[in-house]
């Protein structure tokens, strides 16, 4: 049982629903609940209106997450936007040696995926005429970690030394800050430590490139600062939370610095929305995806997700979407200000790193899970596994398949095994992993958390629980701060 688009994208979740899983009149007891999501769906499309939607600050705020893939003038994303991304292309090309991503949650996130996925692990050891002049990607601002921190700078500082040994010139090292608040503790501590760090050396030439909030009128510090320092500036537009950015030039950005096809990223994102505004259930991927996971948490205790993506350099796609379930549903109160303490609740898993750790949980734990699989159908550069060792049997069984083949039976048989024992899991496929496959499985899941805020009557675009610790946290910090001056 699966829906597959005809770009190959497929939802399959035969182990998911029927006899003894999520059932017919499961989903039939949430017609009318489904009918209302995919209306609010609509006018959030149209005019970018969530019922009972808030900004931290109290205010009514738009949602315009699903503007975002159409590139038109006018919208968040348009020609001249495309154009500025561009400029920023031309000016790291061939030019700066380094890009420092600086960014944490939604800022961070989006922006890991696309450097996985497109770079994969040793993008910064490779010779620059292989990255295509691209410069070498370091993230920065995902935490408060003075070690790491520490490291970037010393790292930087040798490069420094050998590039003005070899090439007799300043190492370029190009700051990439983004903070749609524009004043994130993890974010901008950094920024200032390894900005001051950098330009006392002497011989790196360091560059700021802020992405904040584009508001004149209530201006962030990093915006404020931008425009006094003359920084070039993108922006995070209003209405556009972290978790929904990565299709907003906080992604682009990054993607903009490595050399990502932006344009088949949204087109990705474009085809999901067109697919997910099909008024059929069964033919809508956010829509069932939706009311599969709300139905398998609400009625029979399935209400922990585990993302598991099988390979590598998916696995940020699972931490991104951590993110994204973990802020948008994890909620103490509804729309009508009742307590009712709602979410799923993400983790992390990789196929096949975590069949050896996770999974005698998810095969013998409590049944209180869903395992969600992301798998490729074609992985462009597959390995065979030789037959080097032909007089060792076990060896020699195992040769002769890809290892792309020999990892699809791994997941394949976890599938298996997990159904056979009362374990819910579904799995989507990418018939690639690129950039439009990314931006279809991304917006797919973003659509899919709005249509369970709606099916849960939590608004799935606040945050009002991270608040709680920073309220905390900003005197703390003052009280350490006035004890180091005494
Ligand atoms: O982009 P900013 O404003 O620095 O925020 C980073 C992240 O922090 C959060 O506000 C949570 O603390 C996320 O929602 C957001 O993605």
Known sequence: ???????????????????????????????????????????????????????KDGEPEKVL?????????????????????????????????????????????????????????????????????????????????????????????????????HEKRNLKVLLLVISKSGGTLDTMSNFMVIYDALQKLGDIDVEVVAVTDPNMEKQTLLKKLAIEKGWPQYAVPDGVGGRFSIFCEVGLTLAACVGFDI???????????????????????????????????????????????????????????????????????NKDGKEVCYGRTPLVAVGTTDMHSQTQQHQEGKLNKVVQFIRLADWEKDLTIPDIFPDVKKLSDISGVTMGQALEVARQSNADALASNKRYNACFTLPKLNAYHLGELLYMLAMSVAYEGELSNVDAFNQPGVESYKRIMGPKLAEVKAANQK
């Open 1 to 55: 049982m699966s829906l597959k688009l005809a770009s190959g994208f497929e939802f399959d979740y035969e182990n998911l629903y029927g006899e003894g899983k999520v059932t017919e009149a499961d989903l039939k007891s949430y017609e009318e609940d489904l009918k209302k999501a995919h209306e609010a769906m609509k006018v959030m499309r149209e005019k970018g209106f969530i019922r009972a939607h808030l900004s």
């Open 65 to 165: 997450f699903s503007q975002l893939p159409y590139i038109e003038e006018g919208h968040l994303n348009s020609p001249s936007s495309l154009k500025h991304l561009q400029e920023l292309t031309d000016h790291v090309k061939d030019n700066v040696d380094f890009v420092v991503s600086l960014g944490i949650g939604g800022s961070f996130l989006g922006d890991k995926v696309i450097f996985d996925v497109h770079c994969g692990e040793f993008w910064n050891e490779l010779p620059k005429a292989e990255r295509n002049g691209f410069p070498k990607i370091i993230f920065s601002g995902q935490n408060i970690d003075p070690r790491r921190t520490g490291d970037i700078i010393h790292y930087l500082e040798n490069s420094a030394k050998v590039t003005k040994s």
């Open 263 to 333: 344009e088949s990223f949204l087109k990705g994102a474009r085809d999901m929305d067109k697919a997910c505004q099909n008024d059929d259930l069964w033919q809508n991927p956010a829509m069932l995806n939706a009311a599969l996971k709300f139905a398998a948490s609400e009625k029979h205790g399935r209400d922990i997700e585990v993302m598991m993506p099988y390979g590598d350099y998916m696995k940020s796609v699972s931490e991104w979407y951590i993110q994204l379930l973990a802020e948008s549903l994890g909620k103490q109160y």
